[in-house]
DNA sequence: AATTTATATGAATGTATGCTCATATAGTCA
DNA sequence: TGACTATATGAGCATACATTCATATAAATT
């Protein structure tokens, strides 16, 4: 407990509690790295592009087909999740067929599942 | 496959894949409810905040100390939590003790915490 | 080499959203 | 009741970002 006003100067604050939670606390690095898998996977398109690639691979003109995209939005959001390694391709003549890259995705997706179906 | 440019009309389209994915996927409902809880948890605030409350209940002064940001800040993210049932708070005088309230924000952190240990 | 196909990418734009600042409210204590 | 504490909330601003449109590139085909 301190003095004064605004922004925790003068609120009671549980000092155990909060170095108890610094001791816990995951590395920047670490944040970061969470909060750009789980932002990846908050956009509609992206975790429907996710939902689909789990099972079989699609190129970019299925999923756009599928999700009644443009293939240039997908393309785009395909770029996203393949800067932070959720998918891979794999080249086929003219086709790339796209794929799910992180083994993560799928027990997220899972977990996700189950909360939205009654949690 | 089918004829002319864009947006896939005229590309090669494996209907097969396509369908197949037609017939996992998600209600919209569901996609909505899932992109919400990831979207949540994709803000380095909230989810540090998440995190902070495995455990232990902390009050908003609390996590504003442990995350040295302002209280109101803290504030309007809990509110966003909370809308999710993320979060809910206990009063104990004029002190709000917020903990975590939905048993599948522990797994996806676990899940992502292994992700970020590397994966 | 020229065309066509499948995909990638850059710029522009509109919208979403996280924070701040100011103010409001619920509970406590004098 | 009035002052104070802990938190909530609304408006405003600045940034982030998803999509579109136009254009570029890589492989296949002629």
Redesign the interface.
């Known amino acids: 407990m301190r003095k004064r006003a ?3 100067e003068s ?4 000092e155990g ?2 170095s ?3 001791e ?3 590395a920047p ?16 398109t992206r ?2 592009i996710l ?2 690639l ?6 970019v ?2 999923i ?3 999700l009644g995209a ?2 240039s939005a997908i393309s785009h959001q395909l770029r996203n999740l393949r800067v932070l390694d959720l998918v891979a391709n794999r080249r086929e003549g003219t ?1 790339l067929y796209y794929r799910l890259n ?3 995705v799928s ?3 899972k ?7 009654e ?1």
Chains 1, 2 share one sequence.
């Open positions: 605004d922004t925790c609120r009671v604050i549980h509690r909060v108890e939670a610094r816990k606390a995951l690095v670490e944040v970061d790295r969470a909060c750009r898998i789980f932002k990846a996977m908050g956009d509609p975790l429907k939902w689909a789990q099972g079989a691979e699609m190129c003109c299925d756009a087909a599928y443009t293939e086709i992180d083994d993560h027990d997220l997706l977990v996700a599942l189950e909360h939205v179906r949690g």
